[in-house]
């Protein structure tokens, strides 16, 4: 799963932008973004506002992207996946709740 680099790509190619242009917007390595965009590499957090801004994107729907790619890189190979994702979705029901 790599929504969130598949997105950026998306968007990038869109604007006709080039790597080295969003890389240098980001002020990171060419070759990381690539990484990103590939989902070799996470994306920090703190790109994330500034991503949505470039591409003119709702950050709260770009964020929850990048954190279903986290979610998922961290539980794929599990066997429990989905039996720990639902005791995680009730958590978080009554935190919201409270």
Do not use: P
């Amino acid at each position: 799963m790599n929504r969130f680099g598949e997105l950026i790509r998306t968007k990038r190619e869109e604007k006709e932008m080039l790597l080295r242009h969003l890389s240098a917007e980001l002020d990171i390595d060419t070759a990381l973004l690539s990484k990103i965009e590939r989902g070799e590499k996470t994306a920090k957090r703190e790109y994330i506002t500034l991503l949505a801004k470039i591409f003119e994107l709702d950050y709260n729907q770009l964020f929850s992207l990048w954190l279903a790619d986290q979610i998922y890189k961290l539980i794929e190979n599990e066997d429990l996946a989905l039996e720990a994702l639902k005791i995680a979705k009730k958590e978080l029901k009554q935190s919201v709740i409270k």
